[in-house]
């Protein structure tokens, strides 16, 4: 198609905004885009290759290398790594049973980095609580050398909203159970499905506080549990989980860059993370990211030819057990930081994008009017601009980096989310292609304009 009939094409879709060459730029890649599954394909090669990707695992180390191999592969202009010192831990064998008086198995994995039982198991009566608060007001007499059950309900909801009321069962359940005397902690699954599919994620030690094993149930077991409350019997329950932590190993930040030909020194950052945890196979957290963000690069490259500004891709390691390459990221590069025009990152699944959140420089950020349009008429609203940026990079503002974000319809992201069921049957074709032409379309017509929305403003 000639430059003239594009023009008049998108007179045709757009509103009556002043259009740039940026947008033209913008609107040709996401023609090809349209026509490429390279981001499913991207996530289908990691998923199936690779696999599980713990912090400091071989499997994390087959994906450094599988990382460098493919932005070789993508023809990236030039690929390197970062070191990051992560702590590696291994889950090993967990099981739960109620011993009385309805004797039966749980479903039950240890939430990482947690301590071990004895081999023998831990067995203890249950005292349950509807929430980490109640757990914390409790009488320290009822709790001394129970085994505390966190038992609260995650609402389904698009935006994911109640993960981050409910997830600090999961992170900080361990240190208030122990603080009133408990000799280990289980939660319900910080998730949104009914299934047998136990949730697993990060959870953490106070070093003033004793160190007592923390596990999750499926929310089905958990149902099962709490069912078991009304008989006003006590309940007992022995635990076995043997995980351990496996000490210090080197992971890498593994990068991609398409490198400006006019105004090299001047980023745009697009990121995910490639670490993973170990018993699904990492398809939705964060494959999806890893294909979104490598294939919107590449499809840049394929349309627009070389970027006037880099394009640097990051596939950050360990985000799941703290945000350890994202922070790794910004102290190796601080003097840099500074040349970075946004960043952001895919990690919440592959569900379609519906919004766009800034953290832009508030004089300028309306300027790409134009681009806003064509995403708004694709069903991409422009949400705030007090955007965090996504896991990895929202400790960037601090230092003056703009960020953005896509918003992901998270209905079902919560149903798979850490589990063994976090497999990459669960991406749909056409979401992941739609995620990736709207990233494609960011980054294209970023790195082909001079708008320039720095500084951040301040958090
Ligand atoms: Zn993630
Ligand atoms: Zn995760």
Redesign the pocket.
Known sequence: MSCANKAEEVEKLLPPVASTPALAHALNVKQNSEQSNLSYDIVKSLTVEVGPRIPGSQGDKAAVAWAEAKFNELGFDKVYKEAVRVRNWERGFADAKVVSPFPQDLVITALGGSIATPESGLEAKVVMYDSIESLAAADKAEVEGNIVFLNTRMERDKAGRFYGKVVPNRVNGAVEAAKQGAHAVIIRSVGTDNSRFAHTGVMRYDDKVEKIPAGAISTADADNLEAMFSSQQDIILNINMQAKDAGWQTSYNVIGEFIGSEKPDEVILIS??LD?WDEGTGAL??GA?VGIVTAAAKLVKEAVGQPKRTIRVILYAA??IGLVGGYQYARTNKDTLGNIIFAAES??GAGQIYQLDTRFNEAVRNDPADLYAALEAMGVTLGNNTSGGG?DVSMLPNYGVPVLSLKQDGTYYFDFHHTPNDTLDKIKPEDIQQNQTVWAMITAYMAMSDFDPRPAPKK
Do not use: L, R, T, V
């Open positions: 995910a993370h993973s957290d964060d990211g985000e799941e990690d919440f896991p």
